[in-house]
């Protein structure tokens, strides 16, 4: 450990003085912090190997971050191919395969700076869309980059519903081909990534028409751009979107086809089939193309939404430390801003909340291994509840996530507006996830479906799938708690949580089926209760995210000082989430006033517990320097120092003088002869 | 009107057709949206002069914002000078008086992209500051623009508390001048705008010392850079601050002074002088300078808080009924987004906020003024009030109106993160005022200084100021409603407003004055309750925000379609507002849980109501085109379109083919051969 934090602190500064007033949080640990940097990393021989691979990445200055925030998106995309070719070299040399652990510790340090993203998404099409002798073609020119491609779904005016999309595949049996257009504006592929400047090819989904009769969409593979000297191919209109909120490193693009033909082998056949003589024939359900999905979100959660939760909380925290301000006893010197009780309730929340959405991705994670060996051998059962599970939790992940980064930000006061801290690109960033990989209230409405549906079934009689086994409940009864104390107790919160998810469900069904009596159409009364029904999902989802930390809680049996430590953060989580949607809790008078009033205290009193253990809990999560690439949240708490040097290197310093002769001297000189 | 929605169209755009599902919008408007207009602008000949200036702007090249997305940080500063310049031009030749409505106007089109911002800033500082004779020295040469000031209090370690600042000035008596030092790196000026590349003078904030003795905070005047060739003077260090989340337009800056020496007449001695011999002297309170602090507040909240999500609130809007999402009705084309009611919840709340926080503005101004009149008269009675209430409102302002912009964001899906929507740089731009101007944490808790103190003077039987009279109250019982309507009346909602600010400023007194019986410290005791102290000063804002919007309801008695189209608007605030913090309200009973749910069922009806407004009641806001800056937002509705032409002229397509020679050429030549 000690070496490891030298080497943080030599990484992007010559520095090695650890600001005291940061050094002191770290002496009074509660916990071993490599152990608990341990179990995020799956254990100590995996920290290692992350450790060897961050620190190849970081000692090569291709990879360095140094002047990101100075680049402007022309430099940023550059910047990226750059890095992202340069790092398919190291790997080839260092023999990383794809989807190994080496890779995925790189993209851990370089996410945001690496180009071919959606590329990615391409290849993971090829493998679930197409036939082996597709595959066989296409495949290891993909994995090697000798050609690069994109994933072209979403349209300008069409976004998620995908039988809106309007992009037109026809088959011209005299010719063997199929013929992409792109019949209006609101047709054009907008949003791929890779597409605007990089890709030669792309899986174009579009409506297949075969002698006039559509058969809805199918993924097509068209080259756009030669390989050659990277022109457009005829008949292809591409670029790139122009300029966004952040993900400069990422050439979103516009696709217009027009006429453009593609031989018959390169429709996507592994489930359906244009025969030469234009039959259409289906090959088997696309049923576990289903998990491709669903992997994707919990994936984006374990690698981006959860690691960027944590840098913010490392940043703000650290700087928590080092930023004094006010007298808190008078006479005093001014104080650290941590000791402040708004401050803590700003930035422990989103600590927990860090570590509530850590475990819950692993349990996502665990369960959708386990879904997709039951549908390797043709069980699909788990997936309507695993759908819905994921669903759900990429909601209020993306959502709590990218709110708290936000909320480390502002606490940071102003110098967390300065693009030097570090946040406000990992807001940007983070706040994406709330749109991409399925619009957060889109999905909310999918898992509410779910619900819904499983209430009808428990109406029924029929059994339920484990996490919405609660359905089946009658009635919650009342909080049991007696004193303050007792809402640290596990059983009761995550009671309490169970009881708001069933609670507002059942309102929601009941006020939906009510509608339906009364006459109104299936479809304006579920739009009437859409509101209820997102706020359902969203309890639901909230209820697992809590009992799941309960779960993980309890594998700790052995190691005392880490399972309190947290524990304290679970507490803190639940009783949160609880403090801030109190009327969720008590309108039905399942807490009382008194009870209302104890989880405040409650609440309140764990604020100065977790406070002890703040930086030890950051530093467990074991972000370099470099990673973090942040002037206030560095390991050696010398923010100021920083924040001054980064400055200077700014290119706002290196303008030169014409501005002034031109504008300002003549205004400039009228005050000479007066001053 | 039409001719000025003609001119709209043609602002910035050929195209003339209005987008159907846009012009159907505006055809059963319930009211006239040009009234409308004039009552926001404050009279029918106001927004007349408001469109000739903006008019003037509009069609002069220079203050064209055509290509502001796309431009460095370095780009939009020089853009920003030249406009700023070009402008002062402007109202020197049209005879436009400084504080004049004509510059206003201009404001109203240009804000984000001018230059000399802090100078303002300087110049009233002066006014408040400077003696007579200072006045007429520096007065005459800002106000031209011949020197450009900024305002240097912030310091890199040290924000809101002003005894921290480090910054010295040591009066050398034998050669009649101050002595000005930065100690240390945290002492360095950090932040003021136009510090960092334009201005020639600095007000600097440091700790008088004479003989030894420090005498606290004095402004000081100090040239930083030559007139004649904008060097910087002798003893100092200036420079820009680099990347920011916005204000590319701005130069904030940082200084260092190393034994600068000026003249001891350039101390601002309006309020206390140093005399020769090295005596200190105090001429009189500075409290009228209070006002300055509150008026910059009020201002900030007409100027751009309120603009800002007004112009958010148009964007979105106008493009959730041109975009169609997904079949409402099966087998229906698909349907517009504002015809979901999760979209309504998003979006008609915010536009319900723009006209709450424009109403309450409105007040705080007018409260304001009566105050000037009175400090001038040398009554200082109502300047507690004005500045608890200040704070307050410009802490719920910022934090909803920043809130509510992100919202119009994300509403706008994938689109809105596009920053040719014009969405993320409002945000940006908007969040910053979270932390300029006060702190919104360290202004609550002020505010709650003072309730506390009120209510204290309740308890002693004291007459309290007429904002906070309800705090003398014992109970406000339970609420009276009987069924669903009952809570379209606004003395229900009022009543339950000020019932809860009631009962969370009393509950954290009742604990305040309970810690400190135990025999906790008083400022201990006040940092266990600041959690609570916050949100009762939350609570009250509340109360004032409400109570001021239905105060404005009964002065629209003649004129029905406008104050019922408004009566809808402030009920849906009020009821939005209990419905997101239910339990406030339910905590201690106040509401029972029927009267919960029929809150719940009021407000979900009155989203379809104000539906149906929602385009007229954001058109009466009559922001132009080229004022919106944004492809989705536009008068005509061709979002699709406009969003295709922007792009295309982004320099992300115009980039060489260096990045394919240099980095993806040797790769893809790899495939030839196979394809």
Same mark, same amino acid.
């Given at each position: 450990?000690?070496?490891?934090?030298?080497?943080?602190?030599?990484?992007?500064?010559?520095?090695?003085?650890?600001?005291?007033?940061?050094?002191?949080?770290?002496?009074?640990?509660?916990?071993?912090?490599?152990?608990?940097?341990?179990?995020?990393?799956?254990?100590?021989?995996?920290?290692?190997?992350?450790?060897?691979?961050?620190?190849?990445?970081?000692?090569?200055?291709?990879?360095?971050?140094?002047?990101?925030?100075?680049?402007?998106?022309?430099?940023?995309?550059?910047?990226?191919?750059?890095?992202?070719?340069?790092?398919?070299?190291?790997?080839? !040399?260092?023999?990383?395969?794809?989807?190994?652990?080496?890779?995925?510790?790189?993209?851990?340090?370089? +996410? @945001?700076? =690496?180009?071919?993203?959606?590329?990615?998404?391409?290849?993971? +099409?090829?493998?679930?869309?197409?036939?082996?002798?597709?595959?066989?073609?296409?495949?290891?020119?993909?994995?090697?980059?000798?050609?690069?491609?994109?994933?072209?779904?979403?349209?300008?005016?069409?976004?998620?519903?995908?039988?809106? =999309?309007?992009?037109?595949?026809?088959?011209?049996?005299?010719?063997?081909?199929?013929? *992409?257009?792109?019949?209006?504006?609101?047709?054009?592929?907008?949003?791929?990534?890779?597409?605007?400047?990089?890709?030669?090819?792309?899986?174009?989904?579009?409506?297949?028409?075969?002698?006039?009769?559509?058969?809805?969409?199918?993924?097509?593979?068209?080259?756009?751009?030669? =390989?050659?000297?990277?022109?457009?191919?005829?008949?292809?209109?591409?670029?790139?979107?122009?300029?966004?909120?952040?993900?400069?490193?990422?050439?979103?693009?516009?696709?217009?086809?027009?006429?453009?033909?593609?031989?018959?082998?390169?429709?996507?056949?592994?489930?359906?089939?244009?025969?030469?003589?234009?039959?259409?024939? !289906?090959?088997?359900?696309?049923?576990?193309?289903?998990?491709?999905?669903?992997?994707?979100?919990?994936?984006? =959660?374990?690698?981006?939404?959860?690691?960027?939760?944590?840098? @913010?909380?490392?940043?703000?925290?650290?700087?928590?430390?080092?930023?004094?301000?006010?007298?808190?006893?008078?006479?005093?010197?001014?104080?650290?801003?941590?000791?402040?009780?708004?401050?803590?309730?700003?930035?422990?929340?989103?600590? %927990?909340?860090?570590?509530?959405?850590?475990?819950?991705?692993?349990?996502?994670?665990?369960? &959708?291994?386990?879904?997709?060996?039951?549908?390797?051998? $043709?069980?699909?059962?788990?997936?309507?509840?695993?759908?819905?599970?994921?669903?759900?939790?990429?909601?209020?992940?993306?959502?709590?996530?990218?709110?708290?980064?936000?909320?480390?930000?502002?606490?940071? $006061?102003?110098?967390?507006?300065?693009?030097?801290?570090?946040?406000?690109?990992?807001?940007?960033?983070?706040?994406?996830?709330?749109?991409?990989?399925?619009?957060?209230?889109?999905?909310?409405?999918?898992?509410?479906?779910?619900?819904?549906?499983?209430?009808?079934? %428990?109406?029924?009689?029929?059994?339920?799938?484990?996490?919405?086994?609660?359905?089946?409940?009658?009635? &919650?009864?009342?909080?049991?708690?007696?004193?303050?104390?007792?809402?640290?107790?596990?059983?009761?919160?995550?009671? %309490?949580?169970?009881?708001?998810?069933?609670?507002?469900?059942?309102?929601?069904?009941?006020?939906?089926?009510?509608?339906?009596?009364? $006459?109104?159409?299936?479809?304006?009364?579920?739009?009437?209760?859409?509101?209820? *029904? @997102?706020?359902?999902?969203?309890?639901?989802?909230?209820?697992?995210?809590?009992?799941?930390?309960?779960?993980?809680?309890?594998?700790?049996?052995?190691?005392? @000082?880490?399972?309190?430590?947290?524990?304290?953060?679970?507490?803190?989580?639940?009783?949160?989430?609880?403090?801030?949607?109190?009327?969720?809790?008590?309108?039905?008078?399942?807490?009382?006033?008194?009870?209302?009033?104890?989880?405040?205290?409650?609440?309140?009193?764990?604020?100065?517990?977790?406070?002890?253990?703040?930086?030890?809990?950051?530093?467990?999560?074991?972000?370099?320097?470099?990673? *973090?690439?942040?002037?206030?949240?560095?390991?050696?708490?010398?923010?100021?120092?920083?924040?001054?040097?980064? %400055?200077?290197?700014?290119?706002?310093?290196?303008?030169?003088?014409?501005?002034?002769?031109?504008?300002?001297?003549?205004?400039?000189?009228?005050?000479?002869?007066?001053?």
């Amino acid at each position: 450990m000690a070496s490891w934090n030298a080497n943080k602190n030599t990484q992007n500064s010559t520095r090695q003085i650890v600001n005291p007033d940061l050094d002191i949080e770290r002496k009074t640990a509660s916990f071993s912090v490599e152990r608990l940097t341990n179990i995020l990393d799956g254990g100590a021989e995996k920290t290692q190997m992350r450790r060897t691979v961050e620190a190849m990445i970081q000692s090569d200055p291709v990879f360095s971050l140094e002047n990101q925030y100075f680049m402007s998106q022309n430099e940023r995309y550059e910047d990226a191919v750059r890095k992202s070719v340069h790092l398919s070299k190291m790997a080839a !040399k260092m023999g990383w395969a794809t989807g190994g652990p080496e890779l995925a510790y790189c993209h851990r340090v370089l +996410s @945001a700076n =690496l180009a071919f993203n959606v590329h990615v998404v391409f290849v993971k +099409s090829l493998m679930g869309l197409a036939t082996d002798e597709q595959l066989a073609k296409w495949l290891p020119l993909a994995e090697k980059f000798y050609i690069v491609g994109t994933y072209a779904q979403t349209e300008l005016g069409h976004g998620t519903y995908l039988r809106g =999309l309007e992009t037109t595949a026809t088959f011209d049996a005299a010719t063997q081909e199929f013929v *992409l257009n792109t019949p209006s504006i609101s047709a054009m592929k907008w949003w791929p990534g890779d597409l605007g400047r990089t890709a030669t090819h792309a899986v174009v989904f579009a409506q297949l028409y075969l002698n006039g009769k559509s058969y809805g969409m199918h993924p097509f593979m068209v080259q756009i751009r030669s =390989l050659r000297d990277h022109s457009l191919e005829p008949g292809v209109t591409a670029g790139d979107i122009g300029p966004k909120m952040s993900f400069e490193n990422v050439d979103n693009g516009f696709l217009l086809l027009k006429n453009v033909r593609i031989p018959r082998e390169n429709m996507l056949a592994k489930f359906s089939q244009v025969l030469p003589d234009g039959r259409y024939m !289906k090959k088997g359900s696309a049923q576990i193309n289903y998990l491709t999905m669903i992997v994707v979100r919990v994936l984006m =959660l374990q690698n981006e939404v959860v690691p960027n939760l944590m840098k @913010a909380c490392t940043i703000a925290i650290r700087y928590s430390t080092v930023r004094r301000q006010s007298e808190l006893k008078p006479g005093d010197r001014e104080a650290k801003i941590l000791d402040y009780q708004t401050q803590q309730q700003k930035l422990l929340p989103q600590l %927990a909340t860090a570590y509530a959405f850590y475990f819950v991705a692993k349990y996502l994670r665990d369960f &959708f291994d386990r879904g997709y060996m039951e549908t390797k051998e $043709g069980k699909f059962d788990l997936l309507p509840e695993l759908h819905a599970l994921a669903a759900g939790i990429k909601v209020i992940a993306t959502d709590y996530c990218s709110a708290g980064v936000e909320i480390c930000r502002k606490a940071c $006061g102003g110098h967390g507006y300065s693009l030097l801290s570090g946040l406000p690109s990992l807001f940007t960033r983070q706040v994406a996830g709330c749109t991409y990989e399925g619009e957060n209230t889109v999905l909310l409405l999918q898992t509410s479906r779910f619900l819904i549906k499983c209430l009808g079934m %428990a109406q029924s009689g029929q059994p339920l799938p484990s996490s919405v086994a609660y359905l089946t409940s009658e009635s &919650f009864g009342k909080c049991q708690a007696q004193e303050k104390r007792d809402f640290l107790n596990p059983d009761v919160y995550t009671e %309490a949580y169970r009881h708001r998810a069933f609670r507002v469900a059942r309102n929601a069904a009941v006020k939906l089926q009510g509608l339906v009596q009364q $006459g109104m159409a299936q479809h304006d009364a579920w739009n009437r209760c859409s509101v209820q *029904l @997102a706020q359902a999902a969203m309890a639901h989802s909230q209820y697992i995210v809590v009992e799941k930390f309960v779960k993980a809680l309890e594998t700790f049996g052995k190691e005392a @000082a880490i399972q309190r430590v947290l524990k304290h953060l679970c507490d803190l989580y639940a009783l949160h989430g609880i403090f801030s949607d109190l009327g969720d809790f008590v309108q039905d008078g399942y807490l009382s006033t008194k009870q209302a009033e104890m989880v405040t205290e409650s609440y309140l009193d764990l604020l100065a517990v977790v406070r002890k253990d703040a930086v030890p809990l950051v530093d467990a999560f074991d972000f370099s320097d470099a990673n *973090l690439n942040s002037a206030l949240g560095c390991y050696d708490g010398q923010a100021y120092q920083r924040l001054y040097e980064w %400055a200077k290197k700014s290119p706002t310093n290196h303008q030169d003088n014409r501005i002034f002769e031109t504008y300002l001297k003549p205004l400039f000189r009228n005050a000479l002869s007066k001053l």
